[in-house]
């Protein structure tokens, strides 16, 4: 309700209050949103590394925010080395939720043998995942 305003004044750093009460109980949605925080630096100074500290938490709960966020962050190597390979397996487990952005990235990854083996029946693969969604971007690197 603090992010974003909704019957109380928007406040960032109040919802980083309620949001670390939640994630240290074990929340897999507050720690996914506090990973954002500390991501954006928003109610809170940015820090990477709390960042990737949240989205591990979440993202070995199974939440497909988190484990699209962790990819992301190794794969830019933003609060970790950077590490294709490990940006890959985490956007794997989040395009397995049905993500049509993350099986539209982790496509190109395919196509282009980006932290795995270049494999374009894999690619293939995801791309028609994210197509059959809808996903123009997977639809066009399909056609």
Same mark, same amino acid.
């Given at each position: ?8 004044t ?17 929340? @897999?949605? +507050? *720690?996914?949103?506090l $990973? ?8 809170? #100074? =940015? %820090? !990477? &590394? /709390? ?12 939440? @497909?925010? +988190? *484990?699209?966020?962790? $990819? ?8 970790? #080395? =950077? %590490? !294709? &390979? /490990? ?12 993500? @049509?952005?993350? *099986?539209?990235?982790? $496509? ?12 374009? &029946?894999?690619?293939?693969?995801w ?8 996903? @123009?971007?997977? *639809?066009?690197?399909? $056609?």
């Amino acid at each position: 309700m603090y992010t974003h305003g909704r019957g109380v004044t928007q406040n960032d750093s109040e919802a980083v209050k309620w949001y670390t009460q939640a994630a240290e109980q074990g929340n @897999a949605e +507050a *720690q996914t949103c506090l $990973g954002l925080m500390y991501y954006e630096g928003c109610g809170i #100074d =940015q %820090n !990477y &590394a /709390e960042a990737v500290k949240f989205f591990m938490q979440a993202a070995e709960q199974g939440d @497909a925010d +988190a *484990q699209n966020n962790l $990819g992301l962050m190794y794969d830019e190597g933003c609060g970790v #080395d =950077q %590490n !294709y &390979a /490990e940006a890959a397996k985490w956007y794997t487990k989040a395009a397995e939720q049905g993500d @049509a952005d993350v *099986q539209t990235y982790l $496509g190109w990854m395919y196509e282009e043998g980006r932290g795995v083996s270049k494999d374009d &029946a894999t690619a293939v693969m995801w791309y028609a995942k994210a197509a059959e969604q809808g996903n @123009a971007a997977a *639809q066009y690197n399909l $056609g």
